[in-house]
């Protein structure tokens, strides 16, 4: 089983940055993608972002050239950096990982953009 805590959301202004941080504990063989996804009042889940265990990234486009993720191996960990925010940012940030085939989710965290 594996665990994934996240941390770093809040209330922030609009042209605010937030970093979010996902790590997973547990009984890890190995991890494989490793991503970010958001669920809006009323909307569906949407991928954010996701960075393979190679580094390749991809981004939804709403937050192309704003938003950074980036993962560092040997802690099991991984980034968000969300730099110039805008209201429409505003949902529950879900992290999510690939381990030996199986996907898990994080509890998710608040991120309120406010204009």
């Known amino acids: 089983q594996v665990q994934l805590v996240e941390s770093g959301g809040g209330l922030v202004q609009a042209r605010g940055s937030l970093r979010l941080s996902c790590t997973a504990s547990?009984?890890?063989?190995?991890?494989?993608?490793m991503g970010w996804y958001r669920q809006a009042p009323g909307k569906q889940r949407e991928l954010v972002a996701d960075?393979?265990?190679?580094?390749?990234?991809k981004y939804a486009d709403s937050v192309k050239g704003r938003f950074t993720i980036s993962r560092v191996n040997a802690q099991n960990t991984v980034y968000l950096q969300m730099n110039s925010l805008k209201p429409e940012d505003t949902a529950v940030y879900y992290c999510?990982?690939?381990?030996?085939?199986?996907?898990?989710w994080g509890q998710g965290t608040q991120v309120t953009v406010s204009s």
């Open positions: 960075i393979s265990s190679g580094g390749s990234t």
């Open positions: 547990g009984s890890i063989r190995s991890i494989n993608a």
């Open positions: 999510r990982v690939t381990s030996s085939l199986v996907l898990y």
